[in-house]
């Protein structure tokens, strides 16, 4: 079956999608691990560092977990992280991606309903869109807490909002945008239809498409076209 007119459900990451933060993250991660006695340019600090790069697109929470093994010590850098992070977004330091609104507008105009998806902490996410004016962008916004607490690479955030727009019949009518591997895993296993990684953020193609891209795009900006184009579905 051929369908060129068919409305998806898109569910977009936002740092490294469509918002570009310049390495806030590493930097928010350097406050929080100080601030429970891990400092630059010691070892511990330097395998720390690695696993959050490995792990760009988790929930927060759950690499702090990981790495400070116990839940009061997780939550104690969560805090500090979501803390410096916020400050540095309120410094201005976070912009669009080149497109990101223009795209995210286009979609909605096109009739696709657009869920905009972070690993943050709400109060993070919330920092973000309110620096970009984008808090009325997208038709909805979610955080891992808006799913249960789980964020990727698990299914959740994709499936909380198939269940919560209630904008597709099918799950296959669905598409996933991210630049991380674990982005393309919770869209493959959350059974999207379409699920492109964008080469703007974190992981390069090779990676994307060793986690389960269907499509790889130059940015988020290509999405409009690749939902435009016919798609012929097993009959």
Sequence with gaps: MTDSKSRNLVVLDMAGTTVADGG?????????????????????????????????????????????????????????????????????????????????????????????TTGFARVTQDAILDALGWRDLADLTLCPADAGGRGRPYPDLVLAAFLRTGAVDDVRETAVAGDTAYDMLSGRRAGAGIVA???????????????????????????????????TEPS
């Design 24 to 116: 806030l993250v590493e930097r928010a991660f350097e406050r929080a691990a100080a601030h429970l006695g891990v400092d630059p340019g010691t070892p511990g600090h330097a395998e720390k560092l690695q696993y959050v790069r490995d792990t760009m697109g988790e929930s927060k929470i759950s690499v702090f977990r990981h790495l400070f093994g116990t839940e009061e010590r997780a939550r104690l850098a969560n805090s500090a992280f979501e803390q410096a992070y916020a400050e540095l977004v309120d410094g201005g330091l976070v912009t669009p991606v080149p497109g990101a609104r223009e795209t995210i507008e286009a979609l909605r105009a096109d009739g696709h309903t657009v869920v905009l």
């Design 197 to 231: 990684g964008v080469l703007t953020g974190a992981h390069d193609r090779t990676a994307l498409t060793a986690h389960g891209a269907t499509h790889v795009l130059d940015s988020v900006a290509g999405l409009p076209a690749l939902l435009a184009a016919p798609r």
